[in-house]
């Protein structure tokens, strides 16, 4: 029953802080751009990346296809 009491608060407390982040403006999480696509892997560019970060994503899939 402890070791639930303590993880249970460990969570509150996790959570509470994400909350208090929120309310301070702090910019939510965000994915990165490219994520797998930068090591090779097929990845995504959509999501919260910006207009810049979106050609450079295009131009090195561009790259990749004429290789």
């Given at each position: 029953m402890n070791t639930f009491l303590a993880a249970f608060v460990i969570i509150l407390l996790?959570?509470?802080?994400?909350?208090?982040g929120v309310i301070f403006g702090r910019?939510?999480?965000k994915g990165s751009c490219g994520g797998l696509n930068q090591v090779g892997l097929s990845g995504s560019c959509g999501g919260a990346c910006s207009i810049q970060e979106k050609e450079e994503c295009e131009a090195r899939k561009r790259a990749q296809q004429q290789n």
């Open positions: 996790a959570v509470t802080a994400m909350a208090i910019s939510a999480i």
